[in-house]
């Protein structure tokens, strides 16, 4: 059984940086992709950003140019690096993998949470 770990949330002030890590029990790059998602409070839980293990990466509208995720294969862990924090950008954030392209991001971690305060 596949467990993911995220840690790195925290209260940072509008304008801040965060960098979240979601260590993985196995070999990351055995899964098809990576991803992080935010469940807001009240709201629905959304993708932020994933990865494949072609190293393809997709982000949200709403952080492009402010997010970045990558991966450390030796670690087997994948990070999400996050700039120009907004207000908006408070939830709690969740890492997830998906096996193949056909199936749905799953293996959901705790979560952290991050809180941006304006």
Same mark, same amino acid.
């Given at each position: 059984?596949?467990?993911?770990?995220? $840690? &790195? @949330?925290?209260? *940072?002030? !509008? &304008?801040?940086?965060?960098?979240?890590?979601? #260590? %993985? $029990?196995?070999?990351?790059? &055995?899964?098809? #992709? /990576? &991803? =992080?998602?935010?469940?807001a409070p009240g709201k629905q839980r959304d993708m932020v950003a994933t990865i494949t293990n072609g190293g393809t990466k997709v982000y !949200?509208? $709403? *952080?492009?140019?402010?997010?970045?995720?990558?991966?450390?294969?030796?670690?087997?862990? *994948?990070?999400?690096? /996050?700039? $120009?924090?907004?207000?908006?950008?408070? #939830? *709690?954030?969740?890492? %997830?993998?998906?096996?193949?392209?056909?199936? %749905?991001?799953?293996? =959901? @971690?705790?979560?952290?949470?991050?809180?941006?305060?304006?």
């Amino acid at each position: 059984q596949v467990q993911l770990v995220e $840690s &790195g @949330g925290g209260l *940072v002030q !509008a &304008g801040g940086s965060l960098r979240l890590s979601c #260590a %993985a $029990s196995g070999n990351i790059f &055995g899964f098809y #992709a /990576m &991803g =992080w998602y935010r469940q807001a409070p009240g709201k629905q839980r959304d993708m932020v950003a994933t990865i494949t293990n072609g190293g393809t990466k997709v982000y !949200a509208d $709403s *952080v492009k140019g402010r997010f970045t995720i990558s991966r450390d294969s030796a670690k087997n862990t *994948v990070y999400l690096q /996050m700039n $120009s924090l907004k207000s908006e950008d408070t #939830a *709690v954030y969740y890492c %997830a993998r998906r096996v193949a392209p056909t199936t %749905a991001f799953g293996s =959901w @971690g705790q979560g952290t949470q991050v809180t941006v305060s304006s």
